[in-house]
């Protein structure tokens, strides 16, 4: 028996109808199953997960937000050797060249190994790092390059004492428009009325 072509239509429409509810529904499932995934990253995962070449942050703030994101995964999470020499060389890719070439990397992995293991044998941890938004970014110039000077805060916990410690960052603009970590020093030893740069 033939169906006639109204009914041919009907049929194809409904057919149509439910493929695209299917579809829909196979859209929504995919995307929560990424959503759960990424919930379930840990913090060290994530920090690992950014591809510095693809993904640069773009502003003087947020290459410090995630220079942070990475130094609350070396104090205050229980990171293997392997993940913490990850997360070193993750931080070095934020490094301006200055920088790298004074801590060459063998050097600098073993004293951020160091460095944690002291702060895992004094019971320290670092509960808080941060850029407020309120922060204020200090641009200038000199010798030709563009620098940025902000502050973050570190909130220390040694032994159920908390302690702020406040750090100036500075950041140069390489030549791919890249800012770039140049040093830092504690806020008391950095003079804020001038171009000072943290360790000159």
Same mark, same amino acid.
């Given at each position: 028996?033939?169906?006639?072509?109204?009914?041919?239509?009907?049929?194809?429409?409904? =057919?149509?109808?439910?493929?695209?509810? =299917?579809?829909?529904?196979?859209?929504?499932?995919?995307?929560?199953?990424?959503?759960?995934?990424?919930?379930?990253?840990?913090?060290?995962?994530?920090?690992?997960?950014?591809?510095?070449?693809?993904?640069?942050?773009?502003?003087?703030?947020?290459?410090?937000?995630?220079?942070?994101?990475?130094?609350?995964?070396?104090?205050?999470?229980?990171?293997?050797?392997?993940?913490?020499?990850?997360?070193?060389?993750?931080?070095?890719?934020?490094?301006?060249?200055?920088?790298?070439?004074?801590?060459? =990397?063998?050097?600098?992995?073993?004293?951020?190994?160091?460095?944690?293991?002291?702060?895992?044998?004094?019971?320290?941890?670092?509960?808080?790092a941060g850029v407020a938004s309120s922060t204020n970014v200090d641009y200038y110039t000199r010798d030709g390059y563009s620098f940025a000077r902000l502050l973050c805060?570190?909130?220390?916990?040694?032994?159920?004492?908390?302690?702020?410690?406040?750090?100036?960052?500075?950041?140069?603009?390489?030549?791919?428009?890249?800012?770039?970590?140049?040093?830092?020093?504690?806020?008391?030893? =950095?003079?804020?009325?001038?171009?000072?740069?943290?360790?000159?």
């Amino acid at each position: 028996m033939k169906l006639k072509p109204r009914a041919t239509r009907i049929t194809i429409i409904i =057919v149509l109808m439910i493929m695209a509810v =299917v579809g829909y529904y196979a859209f929504l499932s995919g995307r929560a199953k990424e959503r759960k995934a990424d919930a379930n990253m840990t913090a060290v995962e994530a920090a690992l997960s950014r591809n510095l070449d693809k993904d640069y942050p773009p502003t003087p703030k947020e290459v410090m937000k995630y220079y942070n994101e990475i130094m609350k995964c070396y104090y205050a999470e229980d990171t293997s050797e392997d993940d913490l020499e990850a997360l070193g060389l993750k931080a070095r890719g934020l490094f301006d060249q200055k920088l790298l070439e004074a801590n060459e =990397v063998g050097s600098y992995l073993i004293s951020l190994k160091e460095d944690v293991q002291s702060y895992k044998d004094a019971k320290r941890k670092v509960t808080n790092a941060g850029v407020a938004s309120s922060t204020n970014v200090d641009y200038y110039t000199r010798d030709g390059y563009s620098f940025a000077r902000l502050l973050c805060t570190y909130n220390v916990n040694e032994n159920g004492t908390n302690e702020t410690q406040r750090i100036i960052y500075l950041l140069r603009k390489d030549t791919e428009k890249r800012w770039k970590i140049y040093g830092w020093d504690f806020e008391a030893n =950095v003079d804020l009325n001038g171009d000072g740069i943290p360790g000159d």
